[in-house]
């Protein structure tokens, strides 16, 4: 079984950051390249968004227009790891953040999530 446990989230003012961790486990020993791994948000009121996805057997990342310049997601395979550093974090950055795996780079249709953790940026 599959699990995703995220850490690292918390209450921060504007501009200031935070990194978010997730550590996975319960999958084929030697495989966690193979997948792809990433960061999905909910705010209140809003439907649940792709926020930075990566592949760490090549590198390749996506991230949505909005974090572009501020967030970096990273992994390390060796710890089966996988992290989301946020920079000049803003109001709109407000969400619960879920770790995900999914298998394809477009970030679109995860299949594991984990329980999340919140972020809140106050203004």
């Known amino acids: 079984e599959v699990q995703l446990v995220e850490s690292g989230g918390g209450l921060v003012q504007g501009g200031e950051s935070l990194r978010l961790s997730c550590a996975a486990s319960?999958?084929?020993?030697?495989?966690?390249?193979?997948?792809?791994w990433g960061w999905f948000r909910q705010a209140p009121g809003e439907e649940r968004e792709a926020v930075a996805c990566i592949r760490s057997r090549d590198g390749s990342t996506y991230y949505r227009d909005s974090v572009k310049g501020r967030f970096t997601i990273s992994s390390d395979s060796a710890k089966n790891t996988v992290y989301l550093q946020m920079n000049s974090l803003k109001s709109e950055d407000t969400a619960i953040y879920y770790c995900i795996r999914e298998h394809t780079i477009n970030c679109e249709d995860p299949d594991r999530w984990g329980q999340g953790t919140q972020v809140t940026v106050s203004s």
């Open positions: 319960g999958f084929t020993f030697g495989t966690f390249g193979d997948y792809v």
